[in-house]
């Protein structure tokens, strides 16, 4: 995103949330918000319209909640990220955002330097939780609910990857950055980048997020 202004969507049915945002990122000189929707179904179509490198999605909206939102933006044709908005930061539905392909969230009550370090961490194709969120998030809602089933063709899935990338995979379930996994694993940080990478796409996932979901879903990983 490196030289050019990163493009903003923000959907939300609170009218002083909207405007309260698009005042703060507005203000940012590498950041414009390109339009507003007030429900999910016009968040979807304001994306086909204006393709936002950023959405900024509240879960719980009228018509079309944010969930249902973001399936349908992760599955259209555009690259468009989404930054699932919530007011507590083990919302019920966060979960369920991140399965549907959110690249992460942000709390309402965010600072405005973590809103637009947020937005552009995400348009950056980078995953917005931190690893120990991202952990604390999903063993949070791996105990509250029944264990869910492994993703149709799972075990054959990541019986694709090398051991080491297996190994990868369930450390980044774990909560490890690159630099922390490289360290444990005493290789070159540019190598773990190299197996991360190959993880995500032998999977077919988006970010180091969907990949931990993933790991926790294919029983690679328990929550404890």
């Not at 249902?68 to 930054?83: F, M, N, P, Q, Y």
């Not at 973590?114 to 961490?121: I, N, P, S, Y």
């Not at 690893?131 to 799972?154: K, Q, Y």
């Amino acid at each position: 995103m490196t030289g050019r202004t990163i493009r903003v969507l923000i959907a939300d049915d609170q009218m002083m949330v909207r405007e309260g945002f698009s005042v703060l990122l507005n203000a940012m000189p590498d950041i414009e918000v390109v339009g507003e929707a007030v429900n999910g179904r016009e968040a979807v179509a304001k994306v086909r319209e204006l393709s936002p490198d950023v959405v900024l999605m509240d879960i719980r909206m009228p018509e079309l909640n944010g969930i249902e939102a973001t399936r349908e933006i992760v599955a259209g044709d555009g690259a468009s990220k989404v930054l699932v908005l919530t007011t507590f930061d083990l919302d019920e539905y966060v979960y369920q955002a991140l399965r549907a392909g959110a690249a992460g969230f942000l709390l309402k009550d965010a600072s405005a330097r973590q809103l637009a370090d947020g937005v552009r961490v995400v348009a950056a194709g980078e995953a917005l939780l931190a690893p120990s969120v991202t952990r604390r998030l999903i063993t949070e809602f791996s105990r509250m609910s029944e264990p869910p089933r492994p993703p149709s063709g799972a075990q054959s899935a990541y019986g694709d990857l090398t051991e080491r990338e297996t190994e990868v995979l369930v450390l980044i379930a774990q909560g490890l950055s690159n630099a922390e996994i490289a360290e444990r694993l005493v290789v070159a940080e540019s190598t773990i980048k190299t197996h991360v990478s190959r993880v995500l796409v032998k999977l077919g996932l988006r970010d180091r997020t969907q990949a931990a979901v993933f790991a926790y879903e294919a029983r690679l990983v328990r929550p404890g």
